[in-house]
């Protein structure tokens, strides 16, 4: 089964410490396949999302109160930057793990290289 890659943005300054800490580029990523979307950010964050539970998906210009995995309450954010942030709506929310914990998500918001890429990919029907 085919999949689309779609990065998570780092910034330039905190990437070696995020490949120090296991959680740079090599092991973190968005994967959209036919039936669902896999976000990873090493083994700080993952969640196996079904691609119709993406109720809604677009940017996000509020502002970051961190870098990492952040989050509680079902709200959580995976970012290596500040920018290019994108939110998603899930319902009904899904299981995600933070730590190996498994957690509730329902909103995640996400720092990517291209955000337009993910938002492009889970409006277009599978």
Same mark, same amino acid.
């Given at each position: 089964m085919? *999949? !689309?890659f779609v990065a998570i943005r780092y910034t330039p300054s905190l990437l070696p410490l995020f490949r120090l800490l296991g959680l740079g580029p090599a092991r973190s990523g968005v994967w959209v396949g036919r039936d669902s979307v896999r976000v990873m950010m090493g083994w700080g964050f993952r969640a196996d999302i079904p691609r119709r539970a993406v109720l809604e998906i677009g940017p996000d210009d509020a502002p970051v109160g961190g870098i990492g995995v952040h989050g509680w309450g079902g709200r959580w954010l995976v970012n290596g930057s500040a920018r290019g942030l994108v939110r998603l709506q899930v319902k009904p929310g899904v299981r995600a793990w933070v730590m190996g914990i498994p957690v509730q998500l329902r909103t995640l918001?996400?720092?990517?290289?291209?955000? *337009?890429?993910? !938002?492009?990919?889970l409006s277009d029907h599978p």
């Open positions: 085919s *999949q !689309t918001r996400l720092s990517l290289v291209v955000p *337009q890429d993910l !938002t492009t990919l």
